[in-house]
């Protein structure tokens, strides 16, 4: 069992920076390929960013070049740099695990944390 805890969520103005972090417990994370994910009110989640376990990463298209996802597995934790941020950001931000790969599919996920809430005021 992995448990996942995001942090770093709050309300900012257009332009502001954010870094989300992901702390996981109950194993190490070096072998888990991580995403970051956010859903708005009244939306689907979708898919932001990944890393994996070899480092690799991927962005959805409205945030390449604003946001860095960054994984530090001695700290068992993942990164979410967010820079330049914008009202259509706003949405609860989930991290995820899973072991392996890290696909750009919510449903591969194994493991989920519970959200961290960023708004983006205009």
């Known amino acids: 069992q992995v448990q996942l805890v995001e942090s770093g969520g709050g309300l900012v103005q257009t332009g502001d920076s954010l870094r989300l972090s992901c702390a996981a417990s109950g194993r190490t994370l070096s072998q888990f390929g991580m995403g970051w994910f956010r859903q708005a009110p009244g939306k689907e989640r979708e898919f932001v960013a990944s890393v994996s376990q070899y480092g690799a990463t991927r962005y959805t298209d409205s945030v390449k070049g604003r946001f860095t996802i960054s994984r530090n597995n001695e700290k068992n934790t993942v990164y979410l740099q967010m820079n330049s941020l914008k009202p259509e950001d706003t949405a609860v931000y989930y991290c995820?695990?899973?072991?392996?790969?890290?696909?750009?599919?919510?449903?591969?996920?194994?493991?989920w944390g519970q959200g961290t809430q960023v708004t983006v005021s205009s």
């Open positions: 995820a695990a899973n072991f392996g790969s890290a696909p750009t599919r919510s449903s591969a996920y194994d493991y």
